[in-house]
């Protein structure tokens, strides 16, 4: 599996949004890496809902 097409920097982003190591964002496939970012929009909008 190829690592994503995305720069260093959305990597690095997302890295710290998710609370997971770089190379784990690089090589996970994009379905998983969208359904993260779901959930952690998800469970932010809870947040802000309190």
């Known amino acids: 599996m190829k ?8 990597a690095q982003k997302l890295a710290e949004k998710l609370n997971v190591p770089l190379e784990q964002i690089m090589h996970m496939p994009q379905h998983i ?5 779901a959930e952690a929009e998800a469970a932010e909008k809870k947040d802000r809902e309190k």
């Open 3 to 10: 690592p994503l097409q995305i720069s260093a920097e959305t």
């Open 33 to 37: 890496l969208v359904a993260k970012l």
